[in-house]
């Protein structure tokens, strides 16, 4: 399994600020992903981080709001941009690794990040 | 698109009752379930990972069923404690447009009484 370690575990932000947030992992993963959870929601894939190249971001988010960096197979940033008060909410990464023959092994999740916006 | 349903939302018993958590999706082309546990605003702690090709996985006193034709899994938990109380959620992954995606259902909250 994967252990993966976030920082800041929370944070308070004023309006219109950003925060980025990091995600190590203690081995080399393929896939790198950002989910958000908002108050009492389930959890929604903000995008997969990709190592070397741009992130791919699901639909109704954008880049300029969610810059993601992967700068190498253990490491991942996410960005939270201009805050609001809509922003609050628990940022997780996840991972996963694929096995021989393509088939997904489990998802891992980190921590998660509780951010509140003021 | 996939969409997932946990019920019930919330579920309250005593301790030492068994129980079943459900989750039910509306696509069977899926390459495998997951079933999570989440502590009040922590992470997501793996329990079980089930195959598509399988029926069930057993760990402890937890075991998950699943019957991809029908779209439904289960989670047992046997002789509950007040320690199971978490958010259990089930996740299943199946194929997007941008490759495999992992769809979350809204969560069972378990609240076991001493």
């Known amino acids: 399994s994967a252990v993966i370690s976030q920082k800041p575990s929370r944070d308070i932000c004023q309006r219109g600020t950003s925060l980025t947030i990091q995600c190590q992992v203690d081995s080399q993963v393929t896939m790198m992903f950002w989910y958000r959870q908002q108050p009492g929601q389930s959890l929604t894939l903000i995008a997969t981080?990709?190592?070397?190249?741009?992130?791919?971001?699901e639909s109704g988010f954008v880049i300029d709001k969610f810059p993601i960096s992967r700068p190498n197979l253990t490491f991942s940033t996410l960005t939270v941009s201009n805050m609001s008060p809509e922003d609050s909410s628990i940022y997780l990464c996840?991972?996963?690794?694929?096995?021989?023959?393509?088939?997904?092994?489990?998802?891992?999740f980190g921590p998660g990040t509780r951010l509140l916006v003021l | 698109k996939q969409e997932v349903t946990q019920i019930p939302a919330a579920l309250s018993v005593p301790e030492g009752e068994n129980l079943v958590l459900n989750c039910s999706f509306t696509?069977?082309?899926?390459?495998?379930l997951q079933w999570f546990r989440q502590d009040p605003g922590k992470g997501l702690t793996s329990l079980l990972l089930?195959?598509?090709?399988?029926r069930e996985q057993t760990s402890g006193r937890l075991n998950a069923s699943l019957d991809k034709s029908s779209g439904r899994s289960t989670l047992y938990i046997a002789a509950s404690q007040p320690g199971d109380s978490a958010t259990y959620l089930c996740?299943?992954?199946?194929?997007?447009?941008?490759?495999?995606?992992?769809?979350f259902g809204e969560g069972t909250q378990l609240t076991v009484n001493p």
């Open positions: 696509d069977s082309a899926i390459y495998n």
């Open positions: 996840s991972v996963e690794d694929l096995i021989i023959g393509g088939r997904q092994e489990t998802q891992y």
């Open positions: 981080a990709n190592q070397g190249s741009e992130a791919t971001y």
């Open positions: 996740a299943v992954r199946s194929l997007g447009t941008s490759g495999s995606r992992l769809t």
């Open positions: 089930i195959q598509s090709s399988q």
